[in-house]
Every structure is written in C-alpha cells, then in structure tokens.
C-alpha cells in the first residue's frame, strides 16, 4: 500500500472516528441535562461558594458545614460530606455574577463562556498550525473525550487550559512579563502551573519566573484578605481530609501516575506500594523533563513547540489529582506534535507513526466511559505516557543532530 493510499485511509479512520465522538459525547450531553440542571455534576461547587460570598459569609467559605448547608438545598443525594469548593479563593471572583441567577441559567452562561473560550483557542490553534485539515482539527477538539466532560460537569479545565495556550502564545510573540502572569493565573489548580514554572527556572527564563511568583504572591494576598487566616487553615483543613471519602477522591479513575500505579498494582495485590511507585516514576518524569528544558531554546525554534509539549504532558502525569476533563490541556501538545510532524521535522518514521496511532486511542469513542464505569481509567494515562515518550525522543534526536553539527 502507498503512502498516499495509507495517509487516506488514516484520515478516513480519524474524521470516522471524530465524528462518532462528538455524536456519542453529544448525545450523552442531552442525555444528562436534567440532572445537570439540577445540581449533579462539580459546577455546583463554584456555584454555592459564589454565593457563599455573595451572602458575606467569606470567612465560612471553607468550613464543611457552610458548604453542606448550601448544597443541601439542591435536589442532589447528599453523600457522607458536601462536594468540597476546594480552590484558591480568588478564583471565586470569576463567578460572582453568576451567584445572582438561578442554578441551571448560570450553568447555562458557565457553559456558554467555555464555548467560546473553546472557539478563542481553536482558533489561536488553527492560525498557528496552518493545516489544510482545520476543520478536522477543529471539531475534533469539540469532539476530544475530556472537553465533553468538562462541559457536562461544568468544570474549570477549559479555562486552566485556555491559560496555558495564552502562555504558549505570549512566548511566541516574546511577551514574556504576559507569559508569567497568565501562568500564575491558573494557581486556583497549582498542580497544573506549578510545573511549568518549574521549566521556566530550569531554563532561566527569569522574567517569566519573577512575574510568575509577583502575581503568585498578590492572588495570595487576595485570597488571604477574602477568607482570612483561619479560612485558609480550613481550605488546609479540607485538603487533608479528602483522602478519607472514597466518592471524591478515587485513584483507579485518575489518567495519571498515581492511578496507573494503582489499578497496576492492585492488579497484583501490591497496592500498599503503588504510593511509593507513584513518587519515584513521577519523580523520574519531571527530573527527565526539566533536563530537556536546561537549555534555553528560542521560541522561534521548532524545539520550542516540544519543549512546551514535554512540560503539559508531564504536568499531566505528575499531577496528583486528575480526573478526565483534567486531561483537556493534552489537546495543546497533540495539536502541536501534529504541525510539527506535518511540516516534516521529523526524521524517524517510528516517531510519526506511533503519534498517529496514539491519536487514534485518544479518539477511540466509548473506552473512556467504560473503563470510567468500571473504574479502571487509571489505564488511560498509558496514553498520555506514550505522548510523553514520542516527544522526549523527538528532543532527545534533536539534540544528538545538533551537537553532530
């Protein structure tokens, strides 16, 4: 089979695969909106602590038995404790306005503002990668298992990764003093920036990282003056304790380390050693990323896209809470490794290929709900430690090819 014959074939299989996606996600959307209207799903938690605030009751903001009071007036099976708002405070200023309205008209406006941030990031995307397949590229970020689900559940991921693709964008046009602020805007979940200010510092990028940790320090200072010093030893407080209620921390379906080690090692009856596993392959993951970032690349250099690519997906898998509308800000690297290989930077064809296989996996409709159900989507992050081997060896080649010269 030629090569054009193959590439037709592949593009087939994905536009197939694509649109299953988005028809199976979609229908799952309509499926469940009542129940969405109604409370189930996490929106509720950005929604009761908006209104926490919006009653002036702030300094309550953490305490279990303030939220529980807030979101036992919703028609929701109340569970042994409140679906905890768990965030840096600041983060709450976003939804304010939304406070003022019934629930299932501020999901709707939550809903409508991550449709557009959607459209924003397609199109940064699309202008950057240059494809004659952009509306394929396009859908099939709509169509992308993690987008629906931060959707129904009217998650806050579209809007981490908007941050990080604003990041991208301000380093390409050599904003850095921008760059460092966006990334320091997304601290309401540290563990998706914190690791990539860990690049910058690697890389001293000093202005990047003396922005990052100026703004750090005021959204601190903010989110002090909002709840108070014991609010923030109650969020503390939160912290620790939600290791204890199985319905909100539950390992097996994170797509990262930590849930690949689990459902691994259960699966062999050493689960009391998956913690330690978890640390030391974590540690391995981001030592080896920060490695590939000890040089300072300019942006300009293809190397640069990987180098970003390297420290989302890593983010990813070191990350110790993650569930699958936290995998949306993979899109980034996927869309990137597929203009890099679309422009023929790549020299090994096992390089290329394993890629596209692994876009396949990532499209396969169906998998993610049924390891989901049976609570095993700890396996997916096998996907996104693929992606993460295919772009260290790609840095990796391109360093040997450098020095030869």
Not at 232 to 239: E, Q
Not at 254 to 279: E, I
């Amino acid at each position: 089979m030629s090569n054009n014959t193959t590439a037709k074939v592949y593009r087939l299989v994905f536009a197939a695969l694509v649109a299953a996606c988005l028809i199976f996600h979609l229908a799952i959307l309509w499926e469940s909106r009542r129940e969405i209207a109604a409370g189930y799903g996490d929106f509720i938690i950005f929604y009761t602590g908006a209104q926490i605030l919006k009653d002036g009751k702030a300094t309550d903001l953490f305490k279990v038995e303030t939220q529980n009071e807030y979101q036992a007036k919703f028609d929701v099976p109340q569970l042994e404790w409140p679906l905890p708002f768990n965030h840096a405070p600041y983060e709450l200023l976003l939804f304010l306005p939304l406070a003022h309205t019934p629930y299932p008209v501020a999901h709707a406006i939550w809903s409508g503002v991550n449709l557009i941030l959607l459209a924003i990031m397609v199109r940064w995307l699309l202008g950057y990668v240059h494809s004659p397949h952009s509306f394929f590229i396009g859908v099939a970020v709509f169509a992308w298992f993690p987008t629906m689900e931060a959707l129904r559940l009217g998650q806050d991921s579209i809007l981490s990764t908007a941050l990080l693709l604003a990041v991208f964008v301000a380093l390409k046009k050599r904003r850095d003093t921008l760059a460092g602020f966006l990334l320091a805007l997304g601290l309401y979940k540290p563990q998706l920036v914190l690791p990539m200010a860990g690049a910058f510092l690697i890389a001293r990028r000093w202005e990047n990282v003396i922005i990052f940790g100026i703004t750090g320090a005021a959204l601190v200072a903010v989110s002090l003056v909002m709840v108070g010093f014991q609010g923030a030893m109650d969020l503390v407080s939160i912290l620790q304790r939600m290791g204890d209620y199985s319905f909100i921390i539950y390992p097996r379906n994170m797509p990262n380390v930590r849930g690949l080690t689990t459902v691994t090692f259960d699966a062999v009856g050493l689960g009391s050693t998956a913690g330690f596993a978890t640390f030391a392959i974590s540690l391995a993951i981001y030592g080896l990323c920060l490695y590939l970032w000890r040089r300072k690349v300019d942006v300009d250099d293809p190397a640069f896209d990987l180098m970003f690519s390297l420290a989302i997906v890593a983010t990813v898998l070191i990350s110790y809470h993650l569930y699958a509308h936290d995998l949306f800000p993979v899109i980034i690297p996927l869309v990137l490794l597929f203009r890099y290989i679309g422009r023929g930077w790549v020299s090994d064809g096992l390089v290329s290929g394993s890629f596209f296989t692994v876009l396949l996996i990532g499209f396969t409709p169906l998998v993610p709900r049924y390891l989901i159900q049976f609570k095993s989507f700890g396996w997916g992050a096998l996907f996104v430690l693929t992606l993460f081997m295919i772009v260290s060896v790609e840095i990796f080649r391109r360093e040997r090819v450098a020095f030869a010269k």
